[in-house]
């Protein structure tokens, strides 16, 4: 993974973070790559964040992974701070070569950086190999997660 680089995205990274965010059974139904401006839009807001930590994985030019990382300050657990990791993806050439273990490896590190206590996230209930991964990384499933679209 030496020619590998994990970096901030830019605006730049946006195409390609969506059509990675697009390209699985989920993100299929749910993302839409050939209009950017909501994608766009959001990413400002992200970037305006300072909690917010989106990072792609570049290999020889071109974007091949992401995660989305936000730290999150809290009172509960004798006020800690803790990290949230989301909308990890790995491009579909890179899959099975670690790429996915190093981004989350890299968010970890970041969180221990950002003196958090707890790093969580959450997984589509249908993504057994993803559950597989994260447990492999060490993650326990301890929690029930419910989520209310509005």
């Known amino acids: ?13 946006v195409p390609a973070i ?8 989920l993100g299929a139904q749910r993302e839409s790559p050939d209009d950017l401006a909501p994608y766009l839009s959001a990413f400002e ?16 030019g071109k974007v091949v992974g992401t995660l989305h990382l936000t730290v999150i300050p809290g009172l509960s657990r ?26 989350v490896e890299w968010a970890i590190e970041e969180s221990r950086r950002q003196n958090c206590a707890l790093v969580q996230l959450t997984s ?11 447990e492999r990384l060490g993650f326990t499933a301890s929690h029930l997660g419910f989520k209310l679209a509005l």
Do not use: K, N
Not at 1 to 13: E, G, H, Q, V
Not at 80 to 100: C, N
Not at 125 to 132: G, L
């Open 124 to 134: 589509d209930v249908s993504r057994t190999d993803a559950h597989r991964f994260y």
């Open 1 to 13: 993974m030496s020619d590998l680089a994990i970096r901030r995205a830019t605006t730049s990274d």
């Open 78 to 103: 004798r006020g800690a701070t803790r990290s949230l990791i989301e909308a990890v993806r790995v491009h579909a050439d890179a899959r099975g070569t670690g790429l996915g273990t190093v981004l």
């Open 18 to 25: 969506v059509a990675l965010l697009a390209d699985d059974p």
């Open 45 to 60: 807001r992200v970037v305006a964040d300072p909690h917010q930590h989106l990072v792609v994985a570049v290999r020889e």
